[in-house]
């Protein structure tokens, strides 16, 4: 079992920063990967990016390629998501997830491979 939990949305004016912070708990480690996702209402939830706990290879959606970064603290068991440079279309609620580590990027873009889910923080950008 893993416990997500994200932290750090909120409401920032275009062309600012948030931090995004997940904590997670329980099985957690070299073998798993987190990703980290955002939906707004009526649409399918979309793949932003994705971190291996153990070398901590990253990967990007294109949308976000450049201005968002993905990084981890093991210690703390803890991935963040530091987002410069938002515009209005990256509102929405954004997911940490679980998965095991070694997935292809194709596959690891994709809900159907995280098992485990946080509960999500709303980001709004206002223009």
């Known amino acids: 079992q893993v416990h997500l939990v994200e932290s750090g949305g909120g409401l920032v004016q275009a062309g600012g920063s948030l931090r995004l912070s997940c904590a997670a708990s329980?099985?957690?480690?070299?073998?798993?990967?987190m990703g980290w996702f955002r939906q707004t209402p009526g649409k399918e939830r979309e793949f932003v990016g994705s971190?291996?706990?153990?070398?901590?290879?990253?990967f990007y959606a294109d949308s976000v390629k450049g201005r968002f970064t993905i990084s981890r603290d093991n210690p703390k068991n803890t991935v963040y998501l530091q987002m410069n440079s938002l515009t209005p279309d990256d509102t929405g609620v954004y997911y940490c997830?679980?998965?095991?580590?070694?997935?292809?990027?194709?596959?690891?873009?994709?809900?159907?491979?995280?098992?485990?889910w946080g509960q999500g923080t709303e980001v709004t950008v206002s223009s």
């Open positions: 329980g099985r957690t480690g070299r073998s798993f990967a």
């Open positions: 971190i291996a706990w153990s070398v901590g290879t990253t």
């Open positions: 997830a679980s998965r095991p580590a070694g997935a292809s990027v194709s596959v690891a873009s994709r809900p159907a491979a995280y098992d485990y």
